[in-house]
């Protein structure tokens, strides 16, 4: 084998594992750019689901707050009550904020306002 061979195949071989390399890191690129989309996607989703336990909470503990208030007409079974009427409309609107990417969601949780500001 000459030189001139050995030569073109040395720069193949470097061109064929630098293509190599640029086709790899795109696709890890890609594939970390998906990670991080569905790690963003599933951050919501959390603080959603947690969002909507807490407001539940809130609604369930204001209203127990209140029977026990007419029940029994002492005024310590209205702090849960009070601190849940004040607290309500800054995580419903925090809610609603995160519901705007899901139209579906977004429905639903309308439909719930009304409800949830009756209870």
Same mark, same amino acid.
């Given at each position: 084998m000459d030189a001139t061979k050995s030569r073109a195949l040395g720069v193949a071989a470097i061109a064929t594992a630098l293509a190599t390399l640029l086709v790899l890191s795109i696709l890890c690129f890609q594939d970390w750019t998906r990670y991080a989309n569905a790690y963003l996607k599933i951050r919501g989703a959390r603080r959603i689901l947690a969002l909507n336990e807490t407001? @539940? =909470?809130?609604?369930? =503990? +204001?209203?127990? %707050?209140? *029977? %026990?208030?007419? @029940?029994? %007409? *002492? @005024?310590?079974?209205?702090?849960?009550?009070?601190? %849940?009427? $004040?607290?309500?409309?800054?995580?419903? $609107?925090?809610? +609603?904020?995160?519901?705007? *990417?899901?139209?579906?969601?977004?429905? *639903?949780?309308?439909?719930?306002?009304?409800l949830i500001a009756e209870k």
């Open positions: 407001l @539940l =909470d809130r609604v369930r =503990d +204001a209203e127990t %707050g209140q *029977r %026990g208030f007419l @029940l029994t %007409g *002492r @005024l310590a079974y209205l702090e849960p009550y009070q601190s %849940g009427v $004040s607290r309500v409309p800054a995580e419903m $609107s925090e809610l +609603a904020t995160l519901l705007q *990417r899901e139209p579906e969601q977004s429905k *639903r949780f309308e439909q719930l306002q009304p």
